[in-house]
T-cell receptor, first 112, second 112 residues
């Protein structure tokens, strides 16, 4: 059973556009929600993360929006660039559980 | 340079031939994990370790073994590999139980 559901599976965006990736979870005990970025041939790398006590976190062009009541969170990439083309994974973790649950991934392609 | 290293990066083997994938980190992290990445499934945790000699099962531990005799090393052992263990494997380390995980470059394993 997939603990974290992610959509879309793939996304094509024009340069300068906004990329939006959505995730949903069921376990209300999750208290840490990171997004990882993975380039071909590389391991995932942390992009941005949020705790459920805030509804939004912004770092440069990347923003996480978090809706605790709906158990959903999303990644927004503003002014998308070709260098953003990668696979993005949302994830969820619970303090003390020692198990990071990943979504199925979104392959983002930014067209010049 | 702070990093997680894995060896080998690519491995083709046959069913039943025991193999070990090594993982080493130089960041003095207490927590280490192994994940497998499969298309459409994202990353799933195989085993994790909270410290030397302390390990526990993740979501998909069947067919795998681990050991943590030294803080920096966390090898993954497949005693009798089968074709359904063909996958991309990642080792990760973290200074805390919840927080950023640092991933290695991955090991692509094919079991014939």
């Amino acid at each position: 059973q997939q603990q974290v559901k992610q959509s879309p599976q793939s996304l094509i965006v024009q340069k300068g556009g906004i990329s939006i990736i959505n995730c949903a979870y069921e376990n209300t005990a999750f208290d840490y929600f990171p997004w990882y970025q993975q380039f071909p041939g590389k391991g995932p790398a942390l992009l941005i993360a949020i705790r459920p006590d805030v509804s939004e976190k912004k770092e440069g062009r990347f923003t996480i929006s978090f809706n605790k009541s709906a158990k959903q969170f999303s990644l927004h990439i503003m002014d998308s660039q070709p260098g953003d083309s990668a696979t993005y994974f949302c994830a969820a973790d619970q303090t003390g559980a020692n198990n990071l649950f990943f979504g199925t991934g979104t392959r983002l392609t930014v067209i010049p | 340079e702070a990093q997680v290293t894995q060896n080998p990066r690519y491995l083709i083997t046959v069913t039943g031939k025991k193999l070990t994938v090594t993982c080493s980190q130089n960041m003095n992290h207490e927590y280490m994990s192994w994940y497998r990445q499969d298309p459409g499934l994202g990353l799933r945790q195989i085993y994790y370790s909270m410290n030397v000699e302390v390990t526990d099962k993740g979501d998909v531990p069947e067919g795998y073994k681990v050991s943590r005799k030294e803080k920096r090393n966390f090898p993954l052992i497949l005693e009798s590999p089968s074709p359904n263990q063909t996958s991309l494997y990642f080792c990760a380390s973290s200074p805390t139980s919840v927080g950023e995980q640092f991933f290695g470059p991955g090991t692509r394993l094919t079991v014939l």
